[in-house]
């Protein structure tokens, strides 16, 4: 089937999401090339609407936009006890 597919996993450092993401592309271009890989921080989906866009993000990120904060911690609270 086609669609939207996603894969979790987790990597500590900046070298272990290389490594994954090189295995992955290796697999992905013999079973099919036409997917797209790529990554993401999950905290960007609670998190990117105060901090901005997560590749920027190093260590410490400055809050780029504060007027969002209730917002994402409304979010925060539903993502932990709505489900």
């Given amino acids: 089937k086609e ?5 979790i996993f987790n990597a500590d450092t900046g070298a272990e999401r290389d490594v994954i993401l090189e295995e992955l ?4 271009e013999q079973v099919r090339p ?4 790529f990554y993401t921080r ?4 609670l998190h990117g609407h105060v ?3 997560g590749t920027d ?5 400055p809050l780029k936009y ?7 911690i409304k979010r925060c609270k539903k ?3 709505d489900w």
Avoid at 42 to 45: H, I, R, T
């Fill in 79 to 81: 993502s932990l006890y």
């Fill in 51 to 53: 901090l901005g866009d």
């Fill in 57 to 61: 993000w190093d260590g410490e990120a």
């Fill in 66 to 72: 504060p007027d969002n904060v209730s917002e994402v």
């Fill in 42 to 45: 999950a905290c960007a989906f």
């Fill in 34 to 37: 036409s997917a797209e890989v």
């Fill in 3 to 7: 669609g939207t597919k996603a894969v």
């Fill in 25 to 28: 592309n290796e697999v992905i």
